[in-house]
């Protein structure tokens, strides 16, 4: 922190002009990191660049495209989509086959040994079933993907932002992701699929986006046409949809979700393309279904695709009068603080998790291990406590058997160490997957199954284990654990009001899935509509968008989303669509931090050679000097990867001059130049050049880009982060004010707009930073000694 007597000319200082302010109160140096979290492992990011390049090669290459070309590309683009849906509908399907049946046949031994009174053999084999899953999920994440750990969305929220990281759509990736979310969400731990889906189907969509492999030998002429930032970030956003579409079965609520939670940018065609994949994708799960019906997959049923439908019985109890409002305010206020406390706790465990990780492969599965045996320890010694009830004579018939009432389906009640004809509530929730636990809660017309205790302490346990399980090294999802946990505390209040309320238990336990989730994860429209096909019920619709808006008004008032957090806590420099403040206070020049390093037109390739080799800049103004100019002018900016293109083909020249543009023509093509699969480029270690080669020349002018973005100095930062966040731009040029200056003051990334370098820079600005109206640490106490006196002056 400054001393008093180096604060004071600061806050002088700022008066002035942005450019008149002495830069020796500012640190030249970037103090963001250029290396971030991703899935469970530290690697090093890069910005993505959806920026046209404009050059007299790839001007003269779209000049040679046909009509033939146009409607390749565009028929492309669909059959991508079409397959995305596809692949996306299938993966989905087969990851809910296999849980349902790994996770089935491992409750069905444990039920069929608890009914023989071999009650350590059941826990034992519980317990180490649930063992050994979890650690090979953590043990291929750890040891063969890192980057598949977690629930990927902050990676793919991240991504479609602009921030690129190895690995992350990877096939290897992929895999790792599928087997290893099967295998957490069968090992009991409380983390769900919805999460895993989404970077699921990002990374079906960005495979196809890398245009082909050279390396397997699948290559097309057509397939380069995506070999670019813009079009993979379009595909990314497509299988980010189709993933949530083939998690919950909500092909609109996929849509939604990508445009309200995860994309920057989004273009009305966007929209088109994204709801016909989704609609394949509901397609195939419907009939993968229809195929599943008469019990060929095994334990698989309906409950396996989630789809909690509640408007085919009972329909007089999902109605609502007016007097119903102040329950459904009660829970979305509940909700909210729920919600919130749930983002701070997790926060909290996994900066704990991450120290942990931090040490190495064994303690990562030694963690891993010890969340497992505590996991199993709860929900096996629980139902313990629970009373065991008498099989209900009334209510709806479960979905494995048309007997009403009956205690021994796999889906609806659980024996326990109950006698024959009565069954264990708690042991019914927690011997079940998280979709059939969910279906039990959803449940019209049973307001008498379960009792107020086992709903605490099943309430509790959920919200405990949630917390618990997601800093796992391994793919988990947030999405089930939080709608299970909002349901139970649901139907937990429905019990506590009794018949203060007319609202049915089931009921209620939706909407407090919905206040659960606008209080965790912030978002209203997209899950609003995920609930209402969900439930396949529009009744819901006025409650549902009530209690969702009324949690996430009070939640924000506490923290951010969950994913927002997750994202500032990986490092991930995601740029928000608001300006701070101070930034309106600076201009662009205020940040440019030194030294600048640029080429001429035609340049050394010994230079080239050592900027790169000295530097980690990905691109460099090219500035022409005389002869080529009068004086110096800004030609452009020339992209590190299109230098290394250039040195390896070794088209180098013995003078210093200017390549005729049929040489250029005949020695280069626009396929050269394409932008590779995500987290792939050349290195400039990888180059070998004789000392002939490196005193001679190559013209940079037929490959720099001669239409950058440029901003003048004294444009203010807030209106520059408009311009870079909404263009979608990895460079931006800042250019002086006066004509007498050099044509380039420095260059603006991400990273100069990020708060931490911004501060670093001007601490002094701290105090001006934009603050939400948010409770803090002792606001409570404030405000209430306030309100006293308050009080008091008025008698």
């Known amino acids: 922190m400054a001393s008093p007597r180096e604060v004071a000319p600061m806050e002088d200082d700022e008066n002035r002009p942005p450019l008149t302010r002495a830069l ?10 250029q290396v971030a979290m991703v899935g469970s492992n530290p690697c090093p990011i890069e910005s993505l660049d959806y920026e046209m390049i404009e050059n007299d090669l790839f001007d003269q290459n779209w000049r040679t495209r046909a009509k033939a070309d146009q409607v390749r590309y565009v028929v492309l683009k669909w059959t991508f989509c079409f397959a995305i849906g596809i692949l996306t509908g299938i993966v989905g399907f087969v990851i809910n086959l296999a849980v349902e049946n790994v996770a089935g046949f491992k409750h069905e031994a444990v039920s069929a040994l608890m009914e023989s009174s071999s009650y350590w053999t059941a826990f034992w084999l519980f317990a180490g079933t649930n063992l050994v899953l979890l650690l090979f999920a953590s043990s291929i994440t750890a040891f063969v993907s890192p980057a598949a750990g977690g629930s990927g969305i902050p990676e793919v929220k991240a991504y479609l932002n602009g921030v690129d990281a190895p690995n992350i759509f990877s096939l290897r990736t992929l895999a790792v992701k ?14 769900g699929k919805a999460g895993p889906m989404v970077h699921t189907g990002a990374c079906i969509a960005a495979i196809f986006g890398q245009g082909g492999s050279r390396k397997y030998g699948l290559t097309c002429r057509w397939l380069r046409y995506f070999k670019n930032d813009r079009d993979r970030r379009d595909l990314v956003t ?11 079965r909500a092909p609109v609520g996929g849509v939604l979700f990508a445009l309200e939670s995860l994309s920057s940018w989004w273009r009305s065609a966007l929209i088109w393309r994204s709801f016909f994949t989704t609609a394949v994708v509901a397609v195939v799960l419907r009939l993968f279904v ?7 997959c095994g334990l698989f049923g309906e409950g396996g695709l989630i789809m909690y439908d509640v408007s085919t019985l009972f329909e007089d109890l999902m109605t609502y009068h007016l007097k119903d409002i102040p329950t459904v305010i009660l829970i979305g206020i509940i909700g909210a603080l729920l919600g ?4 701070f706790l997790m926060m909290k465990v996994l900066r704990v998790y991450n120290m942990i990780n931090e040490r190495g492969r064994a303690h990562k599965l030694l963690l891993a291990a010890t969340v497992s045996i505590v996991t199993s320890c709860c929900i ?20 494995s058997s048309p007997t009403y009432g009956s205690c021994h389906t796999l889906n609806r009640f659980r024996r326990f160490h109950c006698p024959p004809g009565h069954y264990n509530d708690l042991a019914s929730l927690f011997l079940n997957i998280n979709d059939d636990a969910i279906r039990n809660l959803y ?15 099943f309430f509790l346990a959920s919200y405990a284990l949630g917390v618990l399980s997601y800093g796992v090294v391994a793919p988990s999802g947030l999405f089930v654990p939080i709608i299970l946990t909002g349901a139970t505390y649901g139907r937990l209040v429905a019990m506590l009001l009794g018949g203060r309320s007319g609202l049915d238990h089931g009921l209620v336990a939706i909407l407090g899935s919905a206040s659960f989730l606008g209080g965790t994860l912030r978002m209203t429209v997209s899950v609003c509509v995920i609930v209402l096909e969900l439930t396949n019920n529009l009744l819901l619709l006025p409650l549902v968008m009530l209690v969702m808006l009324i949690s996430k008004t009070v939640a924000d008032s506490f923290n951010a989303s969950i994913y927002d957090m997750i994202l500032k806590f990986k490092g991930l420099p995601y740029l928000d669509g608001h300006a701070e403040p101070y930034m309106r206070q600076l201009a662009v020049g205020d940040v440019v931090a030194g030294p600048l390093r640029g080429f001429a037109g035609v340049e050394k390739v010994g230079n080239v050679v050592h900027v790169l080799r000295t530097t980690g800049h990905n691109a460099f103004p090219v500035v022409d000097e005389p002869p080529f100019s009068t004086r110096p002018v800004l030609y452009g900016l020339v992209l590190r990867a299109h230098l290394l293109v250039l040195l390896k083909k070794k088209e180098f020249l013995a003078s210093p001059e200017r390549w005729p543009k049929e040489r250029v023509d005949a020695r280069f093509q626009a396929e050269d130049f394409d932008k590779r699969g995500s987290g792939k480029h050349d290195d400039i270690g990888d180059l070998e050049l004789s000392p002939e080669e490196m005193d001679m020349y190559v013209d940079l002018h037929p490959f720099t880009n001669t239409s950058p973005y440029t901003v003048v100095e004294t444009m203010s930062l807030a209106k520059a982060l408009v311009l870079f966040r909404e263009v979608g731009l990895r460079h931006l040029l800042v250019v002086p004010k006066a004509c007498d200056r050099s044509p380039v003051v420095g260059i603006l990334t991400r990273h100069d707009f990020m708060p931490e370098h911004i501060l670093g820079l001007h601490p002094v600005l701290l105090a001006s930073r934009w603050k939400r109206l948010r409770w803090h640490k002792g606001a409570v106490p404030k ?5 006293l006196t308050w009080l008091a002056n008025r008698t």
């Not at 497509?238 to 919950?248: D, L, R, S």
Request: with cysteine; hydrophobic share 35%; charged share 5%.
């Open 24 to 33: 020796l109160h500012r640190s030249a140096t970037n103090n963001t990191s």
């Open 178 to 191: 599928v087997i290893g979310n099967i295998a957490a969400v069968s090992s009991s731990l409380h983390v």
């Open 238 to 248: 497509i299988g980010a949809g189709a993933g949530i579409a083939a998690a919950f």
């Open 290 to 296: 229809e195929l599943c019906g008469s019990g060929r």
């Open 340 to 343: 919130g406390l749930y983002n």
């Open 380 to 399: 096996f010694g629980l139902p313990w406590m629970a009373p065991c009830r008498p099989c209900p004579t009334t209510g709806p018939p479960s979905s």
């Open 443 to 457: 449940s019209t017309g049973t307001n008498d199954v379960y009792h107020p205790l086992s709903m605490l302490a």
């Open 783 to 787: 405000y209430f000694r306030s309100l």
